[in-house]
């Protein structure tokens, strides 16, 4: 049995489907509005199943007795769990035999929680990976069946990382049911955790020094968007990479060579990608020419 919803776990239903598992069900999150039209989408997951022939449930929750007697009737020796977004009760840990195996996007304990990818790049963290962890009832931490160290580049953002992530944790879960690895309980002392991402978070605070504002504009790429404010006007920015410079009021705009940069508190932060409220994402120097009065404004 599989549980699944974004594309993230889209993989790991693949390897396995690839690998000649009987899935005997997959539980995947219900339709939601998605584009212009906000027309009822089903997640990648269910898209997937259902092109496969494989039976699916769509659930908000696995609490009940319904979720009990669906997940009890499949009969399942197995169950993986990648990014199914609801908690699992205590009644469903045991419904298979090996328990719930878990493909979590962080070298666990470090990063237990919501959002350990955003978590790892926020921080500038230079290394993350996929841990294979056998669900328990406490939050991210069931004992490791394997592990995989993943190299984070200082070009890498959320979008580029995810795919990734999500490939190693795909190889990984195959290889867990296959070999049945001895599970290895984790340092509680070490656990790091990450919260649940809040739009405000990506607000940008240009008198903090540049490192940690180039680390939110790669950790918040997919969502919210690193944001701040010019003539009162909402901008994201999508790419950036800091630059020297010298010493200027935070937040002032500066254009080097046809591209916009901005002063944070220590050095400068060029931007390279932005989407001006209203408009299409654009890189900085097509922004520039558009709106000449960017470089004599000042970001808030």
Known sequence: M???SPAFALPSLEALHTAGHDIALVVT???RPAGRGQKPTPPPVAMYAREKGLSVWQTRTLRGAEADHVLRETGADAMVLVAFAALVPANLLQIAPGGILNVHPSVLPRWRGAAPIQSALAAGDQGTGVSIIRLVEALDAGPVLLQELVPIAPEDDYVTLVPRLAAVGARLVVRALREQPVPVPQDDSQATYSRRIERDD???????PVEP???QVRAYRGWPGAFTTVDER?????????ADGPPAEPGTVEATL???LVAAGDRW???DEVQLEGRRAMSGADLLRGYPGLARAKLA
Do not use: E
Not at 202 to 208: K, L, Q
Not at 234 to 242: D, G, Q, S, T, Y
């Open 202 to 208: 990506a607000r940008i605070d240009w008198t903090r």
């Open 269 to 271: 932060l060029r931007l």
């Open 258 to 260: 046809g591209v916009p």
């Open 29 to 31: 999150q219900p339709d």
């Open 2 to 4: 599989f549980f699944g």
């Open 213 to 215: 504002i180039f680390n």
């Open 234 to 242: 909402h901008l994201k920015i999508l790419r950036a990479w800091p």
